[in-house]
């Protein structure tokens, strides 16, 4: 089965500054690799996904990039702010199939 | 409108007791899954429906666990003679076909 690492587990950066997560997975069929943000107490929220046959995505200060050769993905977030702290979590699987996520990234931003 | 809601919002129950968690998808969503989550842990695949159809029950963990979807829209998932093992958040997600998953805000279940 598909099996997602994700790295580093915490990750403190100062307000302003960019914030990059990185994901690797296993299995080659996996077509789709969303990033969800899950703040405390609340429910996991999509924040941006990417299809294989896309390399690089990017939605305001969020882009992802995709390495299928490789098998990594990665997030980044750019001008990062207090309120993009939170735990982020990457996935990997087939749309409208299961997703395998990874073990997260706490974010904090300090201020 | 309405996302998807779960029921009961907690559990507390006694060791070998029976319990069921429901899933109300959002309206006209095909897909309904099921996610266990540790706290600090990324959520765990349990099992999936497309309408009513039970796709995959890999994640399972054990013949305790069944889920049913008989109309395609609301879910339950099912733990049998529940054991301290079983305590964990389950959350539930629905999608369009090959679409985006939206999670609910999930059952914290807590076994005696």
């Known amino acids: 089965g598909e099996n997602v690492e994700q790295h580093p587990s915490t990750l403190s950066v100062q307000e302003g500054d960019s914030a990059v997560i990185k994901c690797t997975y296993s299995?080659?069929?996996?077509?789709?690799f969303p990033w969800y943000k899950q703040e405390l107490g609340k429910r996991p929220q999509l924040i941006i996904d990417?299809?294989?046959?896309?390399g690089e995505k990017k939605d305001q200060r969020i882009a992802v990039t995709l390495n299928k050769t490789a098998k990594h993905f990665s997030l980044h977030i750019t001008e990062t702010q207090p309120e993009d702290s939170a735990v982020y979590f990457c996935a990997a699987g087939d749309a409208g199939n299961k997703l395998t996520f990874g073990g997260g990234t706490r974010v904090l931003v300090k201020p | 409108g309405a996302g998807v809601s779960q029921s009961p919002r907690y559990k507390v129950t006694k060791r070998g007791q029976d319990v069921a968690l429901r899933c109300d998808p959002i309206?006209?969503?095909?897909?309904l899954y099921w996610y266990r989550q540790a706290l600090g842990q990324g959520p765990e695949f349990l099992t999936y429906f497309n309408y009513e159809a039970q796709q995959d029950k890999s994640g399972l963990p054990n013949d305790r666990f069944s889920a049913e979807r008989p109309e395609g829209s609301i879910s339950t998932l099912t733990i049998q003679r529940t054991e301290q093992r079983d305590s964990a958040m389950y959350r539930c997600?629905?999608?369009?076909?090959?679409?985006?998953?939206?999670f609910g805000p999930g059952t914290r279940l807590t076994v005696l």
């Open positions: 299995d080659s069929a996996s077509n789709y």
């Open positions: 990417i299809r294989s046959n896309v």
């Open positions: 309206s006209g969503h095909v897909s």
């Open positions: 997600a629905s999608s369009l076909t090959r679409s985006e998953q939206f």
